[in-house]
């Protein structure tokens, strides 16, 4: 497992925030078309603020620990900055991903970015 960094091994081994939001304001799911692999976000907001973040995913190593990261950047920011994570900066945050599960990478800020859109619609933002 040499090939992961501790980040990735800690963030896999002991996920944050796993789980759902019964009365969320916005949820986005999204499948990743290389592997089949499921990512759902689930986001409560108040103030414009992330007061709350849940996932569930059913996937790699790689996934959940990309899921439990972008837990864990969303919790607190605004739905603007949120919308400015990109999947390359949770990668980083991991301290880095092997070039083959770079496509695991995808899914979290995916996910996290259709349950805003999600949020947003339903609020007719
Ligand atoms: Fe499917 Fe990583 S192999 S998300």
Redesign the pocket.
């Known amino acids: 497992m040499a090939f992961y960094s501790k980040e990735v091994m800690d963030h896999f081994v002991n996920p944050r925030n796993v789980g759902e939001i019964k009365d969320a304001d916005g949820i986005g799911e999204v499948g ?1 078309p ?2 089949g ?1 499921m990512m759902t976000f689930y986001i409560k907001v108040s103030d414009n603020k992330i007061e709350s973040v849940k996932f569930k995913t059913f ?2 190593g ?2 959940i620990a990309v899921s439990s990261m972008v837990s864990e950047m969303a919790f607190g920011k605004t739905i603007e900055e949120v919308m400015v994570l990109a999947n390359a900066d949770v990668a980083k945050a991991l301290g880095g991903l092997p070039p083959n ?1 770079m ?2 990478s995808n ?1 979290g800020v995916d996910a996290l970015h259709k349950a805003v859109a999600n949020y947003k619609s339903k609020k007719k933002l």
Request: aromatic letters at 0%; charged letters at 15%.
């Open positions: 990743n290389v592997c692999d996937g790699c790689a996934a599960k496509h695991c899914l």
